[in-house]
């Protein structure tokens, strides 16, 4: 690719021994591109995903524009170094390396999404965790902003009675900078975001509108990165969350929901497996389902309360929101009968 020629290009897929402050980004993503100055700093970032799919972020013309734009900028940056810090690898996490210690064989690869996982482990450890840490890397979303994939940094839409609207940001704003730091993407803008405070934050958004320069200021309510189970269902460190159903299975595809007579959207999911024996975290979780008539090959049609869109929403929806006591009531079919399970989440050991 010709707009990466100015680049070294280094491809990661393995995160031991990687710096996880010098090289920062959303680490529950598979794909995203880090531009770092020789000083040794991130200028920008490239990436980011949603629930619609991995991509939607994504496409080859804006990751060329990015890479052309990234250039002009590395060439204006002015080299200074780097605040002296401590090296901090997935290793150095307590929790994680007291995990790899005890494994009989090493992993053949530390996945991106261990970061988060280990983090939360650590943050539990130490009596520091609270659920809305898990709001990591917040989307232009949270504070109002849908932004295109191309022209990259334009705003497509503004969300109405949102901290953006609420500052004036209108659609076809070209972002520039926030809070005095370069913008080129949407994930530059998430990096801010995620160093903000989860409390009451502003933040000061730099645009082009109609060939000139905007300011804004956005203010930003206490709990304003938290979102809802849907955002967070592609993110595989859900899956290290709890409380856990224990079950889970696939999604019926298109042909499969038209042969059972079943709508096209909405929760519809085979049971494959269920999590009720020795050496899981906790196996109560999938004897609960099990005792209460759940049974491996059921289909899984629906919670009773709660519209849900599919097997990953279920389960960031019951990890994030059930708590011990709560009862969960499942539709589901088994042959050509429909009958309800009723699930008791367990206390908390």
């Not at 690869?109 to 650590?122: G, I, K, L, T």
Request: glycine letters at 8%.
């Amino acid at each position: 690719m010709r707009a990466a020629q100015p680049f070294v290009c280094v491809r990661v897929t393995d995160l031991r021994g990687v710096d996880l402050d010098a090289f920062s980004f959303d680490f529950d993503l598979t794909f995203a591109v880090l531009v770092v100055h020789p000083d040794g700093r991130v200028l920008h970032r490239y990436g980011g995903r949603d629930h619609r799919s991995a991509d939607a972020r994504l496409s080859m013309g804006s990751l060329v524009t990015f890479l052309e734009a990234a250039a002009k900028s590395a060439a204006a940056h002015v080299a200074r170094p780097r605040p002296a810090a401590k090296r901090r690898t997935l290793d150095d996490v307590p929790v994680w390396r007291a995990k790899m210690e005890r494994r009989k064989q090493p992993l053949a690869c530390y996945h991106c999404h261990y970061v988060f996982d280990a983090e939360r482990h650590q943050r539990l450890a130490d009596g520091t965790w609270t659920p809305d840490q898990v709001w990591r890397w917040p989307p232009p979303e949270r504070i109002g902003l849908t932004l295109a994939r191309e022209p990259l940094g334009q705003v497509a839409a503004v969300r109405s009675d949102s901290p953006a609207a609420r500052a004036g940001l209108r659609a076809g704003d070209r972002l520039l900078r926030a809070a005095e730091r370069p913008l080129l993407s949407a994930l530059d803008l998430s990096a801010v975001l995620e160093e903000l405070p989860r409390g009451a934050a502003r933040l000061s958004l730099r645009v082009e509108r109609a060939g000139r320069e905007v300011e804004a200021t956005l203010a930003l309510a206490a709990g304003w990165k938290v979102g809802t189970p849907l955002e967070f269902s592609w993110r595989p460190s859900k899956w290290d969350l709890s409380p856990r159903p224990g079950f889970g299975g696939r999604d019926l595809g298109p042909a499969e929901r038209s042969r059972l007579g079943l709508p096209a959207q909405g929760l519809a999911f085979r049971v494959g497996y269920i999590v009720d024996w020795g050496g899981v975290p906790d196996p109560r979780f999938g004897q609960r389902a099990r005792q209460a008539g759940l049974r491996k090959g059921d289909l899984v049609l629906g919670v009773e309360g709660v519209a849900l869109r599919h097997h990953a929403h279920f389960h960031s929806w019951w990890r994030l929101t059930r708590q011990p006591g709560d009862e969960v009531v499942l539709r589901v079919r088994r042959g050509k009968d429909e009958r309800r399970v009723r699930l008791r989440v367990p206390p908390r050991r």
